[in-house]
C-alpha cells in the first residue's frame, strides 16, 4: 500500500514538474514573441510619408503609390503586418517616428548624420541623385554657376540641406512641396530646382520648357527611418530589406518604376 501511495506522489510530482516546464516553455514563447518587435498600433506598420515625391510616393487617384508604397507593403508581408500609410509634410516625418506617432518614414529619405541624431535607420534600399532643374536657354549650365542664384528646393529635404550649405541660405527658397518649388521655376520666381533625379524627370516630363543639368549635384542612399527605442522593429525590418533583396523583389519593385535605361 505504501508503494501504491508513494507511487502516485511520485506520478503527481513528474505530471506538475511537465506542467511546469511546459507552462515555462509558453512564457518564453510569448515573450519573445512580445520582444520580437513592437509597432504603434498592434498589426499594423505605420509608415510616414510626404506623397509628392514621384516616382517614390505619390498620389493614383486617392492611393499613395510607388516604390516606397511598394516596398513598406512588402516588408510589412514578411513581417505579417497590415501597412497604413500617412501622408504629411516631409519635415514632419522624423518627428512623426522619433514621437512614436509613426513606426517608420520611408520617402526617399537620405541618411545624414544630423537625421540619425533623432532616428535610427535602416539599411539602404535605393540610391538617388541630387540634380539641377533649369528653364531651357538658362545661363545655369553647370552646378558651380548657381552661385548668386535663387534655388527653390524642398523643405528639410538633403537638397535643402546641401544648398544652404554651398549657396547660403539667403540664395535658398523652401517649399513644402518638390513640385511648388518647380511652380516657382516656371514663374520665375527662382532660377533653378535641386531635386531627386527620378522626381525631377516626372516634373520636367509633365512641364514644358524645363530641362536637367547634365552635371550631377550629390549621389545619396536612401533609407527607412525607424524611431531609435524600437531597435528590435529595426532589425526586424532589416531583416525583411536583406531577404527581398536577396529574391530579386527590391530589383523588381525599382526597375518597374525606373526601366534601366
Do not use: H, W
Not at 22 to 41: C, H, L, M, Q, Y
Not at 140 to 149: A, P, Y
Not at 219 to 226: C, D, K, M, R, S
Amino acid at each position: 500500500m505504501k508503494k501504491k501511495i508513494l507511487s502516485l506522489v511520485l506520478i503527481a510530482a513528474c505530471a506538475l514538474t511537465v506542467c511546469a516546464c511546459g507552462s515555462g516553455s509558453a512564457a518564453s514563447t510569448g515573450e519573445a514573441s512580445d520582444a520580437a518587435f513592437s509597432t504603434v498600433n498592434s498589426g499594423v506598420l505605420t509608415m510616414a510619408t510626404n506623397a509628392y515625391f514621384p516616382p517614390y510616393e505619390y498620389y493614383e487617384g486617392s492611393d499613395i503609390v510607388g516604390i516606397d508604397a511598394e516596398i513598406a507593403k512588402a516588408v510589412a508581408d514578411k513581417l505579417g503586418l497590415t501597412l497604413k500609410i500617412e501622408d504629411m509634410e516631409f519635415d514632419s516625418i522624423i518627428t512623426a517616428v522619433s514621437t512614436g506617432k509613426a513606426d517608420m518614414g520611408l520617402a526617399g529619405m537620405t541618411v545624414t548624420e544630423e537625421r540619425k541624431q533623432n532616428v535610427n535607420f535602416s539599411d539602404t534600399y535605393a540610391t538617388g541623385v541630387q540634380v539641377v532643374i533649369v528653364a531651357e536657354g538658362s545661363d545655369i549650365k553647370s552646378v558651380d554657376d548657381l552661385q548668386g542664384k535663387k534655388i527653390g528646393v524642398q523643405l528639410a529635404t538633403t537638397g535643402d540641406i546641401y544648398c544652404c550649405d554651398d549657396f547660403g541660405t539667403e540664395n535658398v527658397e523652401e517649399y513644402n512641396k518638390g513640385n511648388d518649388a518647380v511652380m516657382a521655376l516656371l514663374a520665375g520666381k527662382v532660377d533653378a530646382v535641386v531635386i531627386d533625379n527620378e522626381p525631377a524627370k516626372s516634373f520636367v516630363a509633365a512641364n514644358e520648357g524645363l530641362t536637367i543639368l547634365d552635371s550631377e549635384y550629390v549621389t545619396e542612399e536612401y533609407a527607412a527611418a525607424l524611431n531609435k527605442e524600437n531597435t528590435a522593429l529595426l532589425e526586424a525590418v532589416n531583416g525583411a530589406l536583406a531577404e527581398l533583396k536577396a529574391d530579386g523583389t527590391l530589383d523588381s519593385i525599382i526597375n518597374k518604376y525606373i526601366p534601366a535605361e
